[in-house]
């Protein structure tokens, strides 16, 4: 099965702007074939393919005055740009036929230049040695390995979020890692006041941090309607925020994978209630308080670690 492994990295300021300049590559490739796409299907002609796609945005477009600074990059992401965008089309055309379960998808966006950036490397985009990773024309980057790698990754996505910070995440096949069976099974009913009600009767509350800190948001957010857009302290106003809403982020994910680990090693069957999320989120009234408390990536990460150590997982129908 495949697994992620996420790393902070530091790159130089020289790597920053490197980095800069790969991301709005990569981004403009991406919105101007989506938005050929979409020109294509309000005319009605066929969509091209994805190689056609990427001869046209990449190739031909390195040729070209207004686009031939796609060159000074490297060609991976662009190509890998392209094939995420493909692959967003495919499961948003099943999902339209009822063929994909789950909730619907959308169609694709563009991306915004705030935005989180990304940039997806294959094998021949990047290379391991020692406490370095190294980027086709960005250099070596040091990384502070917080833990070790299983096995060889098969690609790298760098990652600049909103708050400025700079991440790596591999992709590694690794093998399940079955726990020994136990005997002991439990049923978990999720709700507000408390996260989690055990079927033993035991309650499990979480820390809800955008509770504690709606104040302080709602302070910055005031701060930052002030400002005037594009200005400089409009952009600090906004790091500001996006520091914050990351913090609030990282604390809930933090607990819902200490919580979903705690349950996967204590028990061999875990009962969960089918929660329709999407329209519960629809009361303006429960809204927040819902997204506060991740149930729907409590799930994930509980189906992720159940098919990684052997473990039994049901979700019951309502």
């Given at each position: 099965?495949?697994?992620g492994?996420?790393?902070?990295?530091?790159?130089?300021?020289?790597?920053?702007?490197?980095?800069?300049?790969?991301?709005?590559c990569?981004?403009?490739?991406w919105n101007?074939?989506?938005?050929?796409?979409?020109?294509?299907?309000?005319?009605?002609?066929?969509?091209?393919?994805?190689?056609?796609?990427?001869?046209?945005?990449?190739t031909?477009?390195?040729?070209?005055?207004?686009?031939?600074?796609?060159?000074?990059?490297?060609?991976?992401?662009?190509?890998?740009?392209?094939?995420?965008?493909?692959?967003?089309?495919?499961?948003?055309?099943?999902s339209?036929?009822?063929?994909?379960?789950?909730?619907?998808?959308?169609?694709?966006?563009?991306?915004?230049?705030?935005?989180?950036?990304?940039?997806?490397?294959?094998?021949?985009?990047?290379?391991?040695?020692?406490?370095?990773?190294?980027?086709?024309?960005?250099?070596?980057?040091?990384?502070?390995?917080?833990?070790?790698?299983?096995?060889?990754?098969?690609?790298?996505?760098?990652?600049?979020d909103?708050?400025?910070?700079?991440?790596?995440?591999?992709?590694?096949?690794i093998?399940p890692?079955?726990?020994?069976?136990?005997?002991?099974?439990?049923?978990?009913?999720?709700?507000?006041?408390?996260?989690?009600?055990?079927?033993?009767?035991?309650?499990?509350?979480?820390?809800?941090?955008?509770?504690?800190?709606?104040?302080?948001?709602?302070?910055?957010?005031?701060?930052?309607?002030?400002?005037?857009?594009?200005?400089?302290?409009?952009?600090?106003?906004?790091?500001r925020?996006?520091?914050l809403?990351?913090?609030?982020?990282?604390?809930?994910?933090?607990?819902?994978?200490?919580?979903?680990t705690?349950?996967?090693?204590?028990?061999?069957?875990?009962?969960?209630e089918?929660?329709?999320?999407?329209?519960?989120?629809?009361?303006?009234?429960?809204?927040?308080?819902?997204?506060?408390?991740?149930?729907?990536?409590f799930?994930?990460?509980?189906?992720?670690?159940?098919?990684k150590?052997?473990?039994?997982?049901?979700?019951?129908?309502?």
């Amino acid at each position: 099965m495949k697994a992620g492994y996420k790393y902070r990295i530091y790159p130089t300021p020289k790597q920053q702007m490197a980095l800069a300049k790969l991301f709005g590559c990569v981004r403009v490739v991406w919105n101007d074939a989506l938005a050929f796409c979409i020109n294509q299907y309000k005319t009605g002609e066929k969509k091209l393919k994805n190689a056609e796609l990427q001869k046209q945005f990449i190739t031909q477009a390195k040729r070209r005055l207004e686009r031939s600074w796609l060159s000074e990059v490297s060609c991976v992401p662009l190509q890998q740009s392209l094939n995420d965008l493909e692959q967003a089309y495919q499961n948003f055309f099943k999902s339209c036929k009822g063929q994909r379960k789950g909730r619907p998808f959308k169609p694709p966006r563009f991306k915004r230049r705030h935005a989180k950036q990304s940039a997806r490397f294959t094998q021949r985009g990047f290379s391991l040695s020692n406490d370095c990773l190294k980027i086709a024309k960005i250099g070596k980057v040091k990384i502070p390995w917080s833990r070790s790698l299983p096995a060889k990754p098969t690609s790298a996505t760098v990652i600049k979020d909103t708050a400025g910070k700079y991440f790596v995440s591999f992709v590694v096949e690794i093998v399940p890692e079955i726990l020994p069976k136990i005997e002991n099974s439990v049923g978990i009913d999720l709700g507000i006041a408390s996260f989690a009600t055990l079927d033993d009767g035991s309650k499990i509350d979480a820390p809800k941090p955008l509770k504690k800190r709606i104040n302080r948001l709602r302070r910055l957010d005031k701060n930052l309607s002030r400002r005037n857009r594009g200005s400089k302290r409009y952009e600090l106003a906004r790091r500001r925020k996006a520091k914050l809403q990351a913090k609030l982020k990282d604390t809930r994910t933090d607990f819902l994978h200490k919580l979903s680990t705690q349950i996967i090693r204590e028990n061999q069957t875990i009962v969960l209630e089918d929660l329709n999320v999407a329209a519960m989120m629809k009361n303006r009234k429960l809204s927040r308080a819902i997204s506060d408390l991740g149930w729907r990536q409590f799930r994930n990460y509980l189906e992720g670690k159940a098919q990684k150590y052997g473990r039994q997982l049901r979700v019951n129908q309502q």
